[in-house]
């Protein structure tokens, strides 16, 4: 079935907004030119003159007026422009209200197209495992925020016990396993099965520790080396996870408060890669 792309651009936008607009609207061809006759892409300046938005139904289409300030004769004012597109296939749309750069573009159009094409009976199942000392899936603190984009992202995720009672459910396709304490011979057994079945398991581990005996992070404290349960088995098919830390001088830096002052402090484990570097 065909995509079909409405781009809602103004061509009356402020300079500053005229390079993002033209990057945009390349990609965009770039798009249907890669997709043959699979991607159908129109265009549609709001700024010409009898668009009506409200007949076009952009608002209750999700896509949300652009504010820009406006310089003419020496007086500034507000205007409304669009930078928003509609992505639909047969009856159903996702709509991206305003796209005023193309730096997440690629992704949100992909991840547009692909909602269109998923029902029920096909959406991504990802199970998180619990029991083992792992992050709670509705902990703010631990991995509430991670869940919710996922599901916002149209991934049904639920968390799994290993035990030794019944199998994996065969309906999960990506199982992630995050930082366990300890896993038992038969929880590892599962593991290997539901990989030999051709499921995706994902590893997430921290091998070093930088909290302080209350459990908080502590850039003062002097890092430890966390064990975690499975080791051997990443072994088995042939990964080792060191206990290395990854530091880099372009990185992002830690702000923290001593006494009165706020100090940045240069962090070289928050790795910073500028896209002057991709």
């Known amino acids: 079935e065909i995509v079909n792309v409405r781009a809602y651009i103004s061509s009356d936008l402020p300079g500053e907004y005229q390079p993002a607009r033209t990057d945009i609207l390349d990609m965009l061809q770039s798009f249907e030119n890669i997709a043959n006759d699979k991607f159908k892409l129109t265009v549609i300046d709001p700024s010409e003159e009898g668009f009506d938005a409200g007949k076009e139904g952009l608002e209750i289409k999700g896509v949300q007026p652009l504010q820009v300030r406006v310089q003419k004769e020496g007086e500034a004012s507000v205007k409304n422009g669009f930078m928003g597109i509609i992505?639909?296939?047969?009856?159903?749309?996702?709509?991206?209200?305003?796209?005023?750069?193309?730096?997440?573009?690629?992704?949100?159009?992909?991840?547009?197209?692909?909602?269109?094409?998923?029902?029920?009976?096909?959406?991504?199942?990802?199970?998180?495992?619990?029991?083992h000392g792992e992050p709670s899936l509705e902990d703010p603190n631990g991995l509430k925020a991670f869940v919710d984009q996922l599901r916002k992202d149209q991934y049904t995720v639920f968390p799994?016990?290993?035990?030794?009672?019944?199998?994996?459910?065969?309906?999960?396709?990506?199982?992630?396993?995050?930082?366990?304490?300890?896993?038992?011979?038969?929880?590892?057994?599962?593991l290997d099965q539901f990989l030999m079945r051709g499921g995706n398991l994902v590893f997430l581990l921290d091998r070093i520790s930088l909290n302080n005996?209350?459990?908080?992070?502590?850039?003062?404290?002097?890092?430890?080396?966390?064990?975690?349960?499975?080791?051997?088995?990443?072994?088995?098919?042939g990964v080792k996870a060191e206990p290395k830390i990854l530091g880099d001088p372009s990185s992002e830096a830690v702000q923290y408060q001593a006494g009165m002052l706020i100090n940045n402090h240069p962090y070289p484990f928050w790795v910073k890669v500028p896209a002057s570097n991709l």
Not at 101 to 122: F, H, M, P, R, W
């Open 213 to 237: 005996a209350e459990g908080q992070l502590d850039l003062n404290a002097a890092p430890t080396i966390q064990n975690f349960g499975g080791a051997d088995l990443l072994e088995f098919y």
């Open 160 to 190: 799994t016990t290993l035990d030794d009672k019944s199998e994996l459910p065969s309906t999960i396709q990506t199982l992630l396993v995050m930082t366990p304490n300890a896993l038992s011979d038969f929880d590892k057994y599962q």
């Open 87 to 131: 992505v639909s296939r047969l009856l159903k749309s996702q709509t991206l209200p305003v796209v005023i750069s193309t730096q997440n573009l690629e992704y949100d159009l992909i991840s547009a197209i692909v909602k269109l094409g998923k029902g029920e009976a096909n959406t991504g199942k990802i199970s998180i495992t619990q029991g």
